[in-house]
């Protein structure tokens, strides 16, 4: 079925270190590919999305790349700061077929930067 | 601009009483989502209603849940009565449309504590 796999954590990293989560996705059509954000106490905000292959989405440092061959859609970012720390979710929805209009989700990634 | 409104933000009830969570979704979406967060769980879809017609309700547990959405600006989840394994933060979400390229914009969530 439909699914979304993301690295597992907890990732801790320095200030300034370099990020990378990675997330693959199994889907039965073609979907639009999303990152979502969410702070403590607080509901998931839309990170970055991409709607096709090799699309690059990118927001606040943050991006990722729509990998249709290896059905990847990794989350990077060059310098990470404290205010980088969340769990991050990977997500994808469809417009036919299996789940039509939901948004499947990876279990989230919990990232903590130290300063 | 507002955004997906939910009400109220903790609810902490016991066990066999009706709960009632409300959402007011962003004016003009017409796709309305209802998931549930727990720490074993993660995120999962309870409902979803476009145009304010359910369209998928096979992630709601059971006949102790019920959701509504009587018009374009409004929807109730009620869990009728209410048991301990409720206990999770609630999240609605609207969409623009049903796309694929939509995101969903989530509320602040609503913490609900059975005792």
């Known amino acids: 079925g439909d699914s979304v796999t993301q690295m597992e954590g907890p990732v801790t990293l320095s200030e300034e270190a370099f990020l990378t989560i990675n997330c693959t996705y199994t889907?039965?059509?073609?979907?639009?590919l999303f990152w979502y954000v969410q702070y403590p106490g607080e509901g998931l905000q839309l990170l970055l999305k991409?709607?096709?292959?090799?699309d690059k989405g990118s927001n606040k440092g943050f991006e990722a790349t729509y990998r249709k061959e290896t059905t990847s859609f990794h989350l990077e970012k060059g310098s990470v700061q404290v205010s980088d720390s969340a769990v991050y979710f990977c997500?994808?929805?469809?417009?036919?077929?299996?789940?039509?209009?939901?948004?499947?989700f990876g279990k989230g990634t919990k990232l903590s930067v130290k300063p | 601009d507002a955004g997906v409104i939910q009400s109220p933000r903790h609810e902490v009830t016991e066990m066999g009483q009706e709960v009632t969570l409300r959402c007011k979704p962003i004016?003009?979406?017409?796709?309305l989502f209802w998931y549930r967060q727990t720490m074993m769980r993660g995120l999962e879809l309870l409902i979803y209603?476009?145009?304010?017609?359910?369209?998928?309700d096979s992630g709601m547990p059971e006949d102790r849940f019920s959701a509504k959405m009587p018009n374009a600006s409004f929807s109730t989840l009620k869990i009728q009565p209410s048991e301990p394994r409720d206990s999770a933060v609630y999240f609605c979400?609207?969409?623009?449309?049903?796309?694929?390229?939509?995101?969903?914009?989530f509320g602040n969530g609503t913490r609900l504590t059975v005792t």
């Open positions: 209603f476009n145009n304010n017609v359910p369209i998928d």
């Open positions: 997500a994808f929805r469809m417009n036919y077929g299996g789940s039509q209009g939901n948004l499947i």
């Open positions: 979400a609207s969409s623009l449309s049903a796309r694929g390229d939509s995101p969903l914009h």
């Open positions: 991409a709607t096709k292959a090799d």
């Open positions: 889907a039965t059509g073609y979907p639009s």
């Open positions: 004016s003009g979406h017409n796709s």
